[in-house]
């Protein structure tokens, strides 16, 4: 495994011509908000603060791109389904990451974030469904594991297979950015994406 040796903030982009042009690879996170995409890309990158968590879901109304050992970026898109944000703000962050997941030639490899201690969400299926019709690699990442007894994780993950109804193939890594549950399996899926 090749480790996370540097990892820096580059910058928050909302329409194509602001994202980098370096022509790096890109795996993009997508997920619910408050699902833990900042805390993973803090334990991904070994950095307590890289990614702002915050205790107010719909913090991230970017797209925040992060260079991990000056070979590829990380980007964070706005979380879907947040409930107290306008119908207004809601379609223009669809957009936005519509046009990102569509468009970006870099985009190599797509993460898609889901709570392990619940069944995934409407959201959660819909965007799913997306990754898939444009046959777009992917993996799952079921987030907060810390939060249930490992006893569960089987039964757990056998849910959100099911719900989202994964392909055999594609890979689903339990984690937990506070006991480093699946680091090393995720710190593999990412590497071996833009490898």
């Not at 070979?71 to 898109?77: H, R």
Request: include cysteine; charged fraction near 25%; aromatic fraction near 8%.
């Amino acid at each position: 495994m090749r480790r996370i040796t540097s990892a820096q903030y580059i910058l928050s982009a909302v329409k194509p011509s602001q994202y980098p042009d370096d022509q790096l690879p890109e795996l993009a996170l997508v997920g619910r908000s408050n699902v833990g995409k900042s805390a993973f890309i803090n334990a991904l990158a070994g950095r307590k603060s890289l990614a702002r968590t915050s205790a107010q879901p719909g913090k991230t109304r970017t797209l925040n791109f992060y260079r991990l050992n000056d070979s590829f970026y990380l980007v964070d898109l706005p979380g879907y389904g947040f409930a107290k944000v306008s119908q207004a703000a809601k379609r223009q962050w669809a957009v936005m990451i519509e046009t990102y997941l569509q468009n970006r030639q870099q985009l190599c490899f797509i993460i898609q974030l889901v709570d392990i201690r619940h069944e995934p969400t409407a959201d959660d299926v819909q965007m799913y469904r997306w990754l898939r019709e444009y046959d777009a690699p992917r993996a799952v990442i079921a987030t907060k594991a810390d939060k249930i007894s490992r006893g569960r994780y089987l039964q757990q993950v056998k849910v959100i297979r099911n719900k989202l109804g994964m392909e055999e193939g594609v890979p689903l890594v339990v984690f937990s950015a506070v006991n480093g549950t699946g680091l090393e399996e995720a710190t593999n899926l990412d590497l071996q994406a833009v490898e």
